[in-house]
T-cell receptor
């Protein structure tokens, strides 16, 4: 499933380098954030989440940072691999409302 | 669990025809979401259900679109009549609540 908008931000990274994907959110009431990865022809897949009472959370090769002061979220991928090539979406939840997805960033890994 | 199941995976139809997309959520999940994804608009939430009840359908583009969830294990999204601008990938997702959603593989719809 293509998820590329005409103006989808693209990040190109050399294999083995670290990647940082950024996301700005607008709702200061959002209390839960999720990063999704969407590979070509597939649906979005959960990567990692973070609650608003935290500023950092680590997973396997991925770290999410949350800066509530400037309403900024980032996803760091260590030692980027070709299999990391995909579109990455941040999503936010405020209270009982469903996820609101960002527009996405395309990560392209150069072998 | 097989995850969220959608059918068909691909649908090609002619303008004016009725299209029905189907979704089986993950067993035990009580929330179900229908999304549409296009190059121009990205991922759009069309409607979501909680405990089989439609909660918010404000994302449904027109009256030509309708969705039902007759039971906890099945939902349909219907477009009648279909138009070329409805061409998109339609995703179904389910969750235990409105938190982490699990997406199906999508249905690629092409309306000629």
């Amino acid at each position: 499933g293509e998820s590329v908008g005409l103006h989808l931000p693209t990040l190109s990274v050399q294999e083995g380098d670290n990647s940082i994907i950024n996301c700005a959110y607008s709702n200061s009431a959002s209390d839960y954030f999720i990063w999704y990865k969407q590979e070509s022809g597939k649906g979005p897949q959960f990567i990692i989440d973070i609650r608003s009472n935290m500023d950092k959370r680590q997973g396997q090769r991925v770290t999410v940072l949350l800066n509530k002061t400037v309403k900024h979220l980032s996803l760091q991928i260590a030692a980027t691999q070709p299999g990391d090539s995909a579109v990455y979406f941040c999503a936010e939840i405020a209270g009982n409302t469903p996820l609101v997805f960002g527009k996405g960033t395309r990560l392209s890994v150069i072998a | 669990d097989a995850g969220v199941i959608q059918s068909p995976r691909h649908e090609v139809t002619e303008m004016g025809q009725e299209v029905t997309l189907r979704c089986k959520p993950i067993s035990g999940h009580n929330s179900l979401f229908w999304y549409r994804q296009t190059m121009m608009r990205g991922l759009e939430l069309l409607i979501y259900f909680n405990n089989n009840v439609p909660i918010d359908d404000s994302g449904m583009p027109e009256d030509r679109f309708s969705a039902k969830m007759p039971n906890a294990s099945f939902s349909t999204l219907k477009i009648q009549p279909s138009e070329p601008r409805d061409s998109a990938v339609y995703f179904c997702a389910s969750s235990l609540w409105v938190s982490e959603q699990f997406f199906g593989p999508g249905t690629r719809l092409t309306v000629l």
